[in-house]
Each structure stands twice: as structure tokens, then as C-alpha cells.
């Protein structure tokens, strides 16, 4: 049953959903904001007749709070402590492009919570900071105090222009409308889209250590704002290219990336 709720702990009041059976192989999915987890409703409640799911938003961002500045430390350490919270382990995380850097510090501080990743739009901590200089007009979201003014005063008109972007050229009207309505109306309820503090965060990013866990990269090779990012991570990491997606693959291609998914989760 579709019902999100709030799991409020010591570094963060976390927004998520618990679907599926208790005892089955976990899959624990973030989205990538200012995609929210009404985005993933449908692929999730379709996963979770077979598997464990829980959704998450990213601490800091949608209708999940932190408490303290926006740092990867500190959102990593909010992640930890939900997976701790809930007890789980062995679990597949599904992160995407900022914040998959915050799933492989997950990872490589808690090992025994993560078997696996799969990561969605994302590359080395220098080649996003190069698409973020070049998402960025003139440097405003990259200026402290003023890029956080930026995204308060204007984040809805930031949300519509994204998904613009993000989307594959082409890509209708009705198609952009389904992406920007819910978060849109997650913004109305309260959330938040912190893209200043996340572009500031990454600009103090050293590359992530070494992982033992394997790594399965999705990379939509449509998206137009990715267009100069090569996605090459980390050992252990298996690249799939798809031409005809975007920003947002795993939603794009849905019965492609659950089959993908479930494979994943029956090793």
C-alpha cells in the first residue's frame, strides 16, 4: 500500500515509503531531485510484489529535512543512520548523479548495508563539477548565500527549466508536464530543491575511494545537460548506455530498468 511517511531521527526527518514482503531482497531507491517519490510510484509498486522496497527522499531535499548546513558528509550520515534505524542489509541502492556520490560513501562506510549499487547519470566528482560550471549561467547557484537566495526565490521556475533540459530533445509537452507536476506539488507541500548547497557541496568533493561492492552505471546518453560527461566511476563498475533516454533512465525506460532491477536483486 502507497502510503509515504516520515522516519524522524537525530541528523534528519526522513520522507519515505515501505513497500513489499519483510524478508524478501531490499532494494532501496532515492530519487534524483527534484524528482520526488511520487515519480516513482508506479515502478516501485510493481517491483515490490516480489521484492523489499523502500523510498527515500535525499536528506536536505523534496520533503525530507537535515538538520545542520548541506554537506555529503552530513547526508551520508542521515542515509546511514535510516539504514541503521531500519535494520536493513545486503540491500541493492539505487542513487543518481549528485547524490550517487552520497551512496558510494554509504557504501564504503557501511559495506555491510550495501551489496550493491546502481547509479543512474553519474561520473567522477571532477566531471560533475564540470557540468555543474556548465548548468550554472554566469555562476550564480556556485556564489554562497546568493545561489541560496536563487533557488528560494525562483525554484519552481528552476524545476520547470530542468526538466526541459534534462528531457530528451524532442520530448513533448504532456510527457515534461508528467515530470514537472509532482514536483511542482512537492514544492507546494513544503519540500525543497537546494541546487546552490548541493553545487557548493560538490565543489569540495574529493573522488570516492575504493569500492569492493560492483557497481551497474545507467547512463542516458540523450541528456542534453550530460552531453560532455564521460561516465567512467569506478573499478568494478559495468557501464550500459541507452541513446534514447534522458536525465532520469530508470524512469524513462521503466520495464527495461525493472527487468534490470530484479535481475539484480535475484543474484
Not at 249 to 259: D, I, Q, R, T
Amino acid at each position: 500500500m502507497w502510503s509515504p511517511g516520515t522516519v524522524d531521527l537525530p541528523a534528519a526527518a526522513i520522507r519515505l515509503v515501505q513497500l513489499g514482503p519483510a524478508g524478501a531482497p531490499t532494494l532501496v531507491v532515492v530519487p534524483d531531485p527534484p524528482n520526488v517519490l511520487e515519480h516513482h510510484r508506479r515502478l516501485l509498486e510493481s517491483l515490490a510484489r516480489r521484492w523489499r522496497i523502500v523510498g527515500l527522499e535525499l536528506p536536505g531535499f523534496g520533503r525530507s529535512r537535515l538538520r545542520g548546513p548541506l554537506s555529503f558528509a552530513r547526508v551520508s550520515a542521515a542515509v546511514v543512520a535510516l539504514l541503521d534505524h531500519l535494520e536493513l542489509r545486503d540491500v541493492t541502492l539505487e542513487m543518481a548523479c549528485i547524490g550517487a556520490h552520497v551512496g558510494l560513501r554509504v557504501a564504503h562506510a557501511r559495506p555491510d548495508r550495501i551489496a550493491r549499487l546502481v547509479l543512474l547519470q553519474t561520473a567522477t566528482a571532477a566531471q560533475l563539477r564540470s557540468w555543474a560550471r556548465g548548468t550554472d549561467l554566469a555562476g550564480l547557484l556556485h556564489t554562497p548565500l546568493v545561489g541560496q537566495a536563487l533557488c528560494c526565490l525562483a525554484a519552481r521556475a528552476m524545476v520547470r527549466h530542468w526538466y526541459g533540459a534534462a528531457l530528451p530533445a524532442g520530448t513533448d509537452r504532456v510527457t515534461r508536464a508528467a515530470y514537472t507536476a509532482p514536483a511542482l506539488a512537492g514544492l507546494a507541500q513544503g519540500g525543497r530543491f537546494p541546487l546552490a548547497a548541493a553545487y557548493q557541496a560538490l565543489a569540495r568533493l574529493p573522488d570516492p575511494p575504493r569500492l569492493e561492492q560492483p557497481i551497474h552505471l545507467v547512463f542516458g546518453t540523450g541528456d542534453r545537460t550530460h552531453a560532455a560527461t564521460a561516465p567512467d566511476l569506478l573499478p568494478h563498475t559495468t557501464l550500459e548506455r541507452l541513446p534514447a533516454c534522458g536525465h532520469f533512465p530508470g524512469l524513462e525506460a521503466p520495464a527495461l530498468h525493472a527487468a534490470r532491477l530484479e535481475a539484480l536483486l535475484a543474484v
